[in-house]
């Protein structure tokens, strides 16, 4: 299996790890490529809200107001986690989460009644 270009860290970590334990398909490998790549992204945002100091900017009005780039890192965690869920994998224990047994057996259900 072939890393992506680019991976470093924490990022390549998260490849190399998945990619070992399980036996992932192509859509669920572009997946993982993205939740890799969206860690390098918050890593940087993250080192340059650690450089500023700043977690407050002062808005059109003369008002406090989040730092853009607090807003950014946020959204970016949001895009990882969004992409590791839909990775569905199972916990470190090996149990898969409920929730995600179900909603595949609900989705199996629905394919079935399609046909």
Known sequence: MTTPNGLEGNA?????????????ETHELLTLEQACREIMLIER??????ALAKLMDEG??????V??????????????EGSI????????????NPRSVQAREAAKARW???S
């Open 85 to 96: 869920r839909a990775l569905n994998l199972p916990a470190d224990d090996g149990v898969p």
């Open 60 to 65: 059109s009005m003369g008002q406090r107001v």
């Open 112 to 114: 079935r009644r399609a």
């Open 12 to 24: 390549l970590r998260l490849w190399d790890d998945t990619t070992e334990r399980y036996d992932l």
């Open 67 to 80: 730092s853009d780039l607090v807003k950014e890192v946020r959204q970016h965690r949001a895009k990882y």
């Open 45 to 50: 945002i993250q080192r340059d809200i650690d």
